[in-house]
DNA sequence: TAGGTATTTGACTAAACAGTCAAATAAAGA
DNA sequence: TCTTTATTTGACTGTTTAGTCAAATACCTA
């Protein structure tokens, strides 16, 4: 009985992520998502009872598309150095995809959005965080494979080597997004990764992991 | 001749850059710039053309102002090693300090501004570039200095070390600030950041590593 | 077809926003 | 003391902002 259920709010939270992702919180209104979304404003405040609401409702919703293709790259099925390759595949398409499209190298939404609103609002600080915690778990989970593999020291600390990854390749996406270039991403972010998790290449080996 | 100059556009790069740096840019009003710096919004535009012109101002009198410490840190009288080290010290104290004035790990200024708005700016994505290019020369010139000393491998590209150093750092600093947690860089960034170099070093002074 | 419910609409507010300007003021030098 | 010049002031504008609300609408079910 009713009326029945439509996709704004989805709309709202895909445009809302695209606008927030390309620019940044501050410079989207709530005018600029409804009207790209075509959705009037009395509709977007039927759905989400803040801007900020919006926003932390996007990112969960991005997150929660995004567990699919983090399963599907990080299956224990793989090789475990393969799912860090997929990953940088993954990561590099995306990011190639957007600057074709936008002619800007986004970055990582998450980590853009935490950065602009962890001093201010601390429950998107939690979420941002916990996201981290959620990436840096499938990174664990594949060292230890390599351990057992005996691809890496056995005595790595899986979760500060986890840590130490998530933020190499963070502080990746974070420059690529800033100098709006994807050139060391494609060319090096691979054998440098390799080279931080520990794992022994041959130079010929390692040539081959340029995108 | 004529009215002596004061320390109003001084006192307004100050304000701005403390207050875009402990919130955002998009967070930040030039009405709360002119009242936390005592300065009328006349004033204000006396002095800078507009609020995009302040914050790239103050981000330069910023890096103006940091290039003494990092001639110190870096200074070639050093041993190459000390210089990582010190660097690590000198951001954790500042982070530290902000986290006890503020309540808040701020991370690195330039790279939080560079985030938010190298997508709608091109001009400050160029300004934050070359300030990244400058650190980098920094750790180059170090890790030429440990290829000489025979601390590292000879073959080590050093460019690409050097990025992969900056972004490493920036991507723990962005961490810390999304967490508002800097146990990570109090314990783990040093051991870390030399094994990313590759210095070989026993676990024992691996252990005197953290701060 | 009538009743119930979720959805949509557009006009509305009040505050915050960046930016303007002419006039007032303060100090140094002649 | 008068001129010159940089600085300061505060009132002003027009726009954009997030958020509100009562009424209209669409559609399912009984």
Redesign the interface.
Known sequence: MGRPPTNTKLRLLETAHELIW??????VSVDGICEKANVKKGSFYHYFPSKADLAIASIDWWMTNTIPFLDDIFSPSRHPMDRFTLLIDFIYEKQEDMRIEFG?V??CPF??L???????D?II?AK??AI?QQKMNYYENALRDMIAMGLIDENTDVK?KA??I???????M??A????DLK?MKK?LKP?LMN?IGVDLTPADLKKLTI
């Open positions: 390309r620019n940044s919180y501050g410079a800007q986004c970055g980590i853009t935490g950065s602009e609103l962890a001093a201010q601390e600080g941002i965080s981290t500060l840590e130490e998530y933020a190499f390749i963070t502080g990746n974070m420059l997004r800033i100098k709006n060391f090096s440098s931080l």
